[in-house]
């Protein structure tokens, strides 16, 4: 079985051509923080504990791969082995998100009532779909996957697509 990197489209495979694609994840969360909605997530981090709450958000293929770059910015080299069945991104030592600025869409507009609630489907359906289409071109069809399993799988092309911002 080959690996995540090797899996991408041909058009895909150069390090400039995953730069693009997922500098167009990162527009969509900043659309997404425009958007009329109000939301204030004050960090608390429930929604980030997957056992406990019994819910673990999905994520594309494209958001996968922003996630395992915005960690490598921070000087890791792999995604830590979850803790306590928490998200991997949740730092044990200090209760924080790695890599809060480019958490994935899950997180932004997932179910924490503290924050407001979850997004009613309808209000960012268009940005879903924008996800979609950058999956699409990423050779990934087959929807998002949770997001543990989906950093472990695409971890394996790491050496291609997850160095460099
Ligand atoms: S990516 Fe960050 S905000 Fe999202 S569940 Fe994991 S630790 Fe929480």
Known sequence: MGTAANN??????SADAVRAALAE?????????RRPVMRACVRLTECCQFKR??????VTRGEALLAIRALKATGRKEVPPPTDGNCPMLEARTGKC???ADRPFGCR??????????YERRDVLDL??????????????????????????EQGG??????GR
């Open 158 to 163: 790491r050496g291609q697509v997850g160095s």
């Open 25 to 33: 994840v990162r527009a969509v969360y900043a659309e997404l923080d």
């Open 8 to 13: 991408l489209p041909p058009a895909y495979r």
């Open 98 to 100: 790695l890599i809060y």
């Open 128 to 153: 879903i779909r924008r996800l979609e289409e950058i999956d699409q071109r990423l050779g990934h069809r087959d929807g998002p996957r949770p997001f543990t399993a989906a950093l472990a799988v």
């Open 53 to 58: 709450t019994g819910r673990t958000p999905s």
């Open 109 to 118: 507009t997932y179910f924490c009532e503290a924050a407001g609630g979850s």
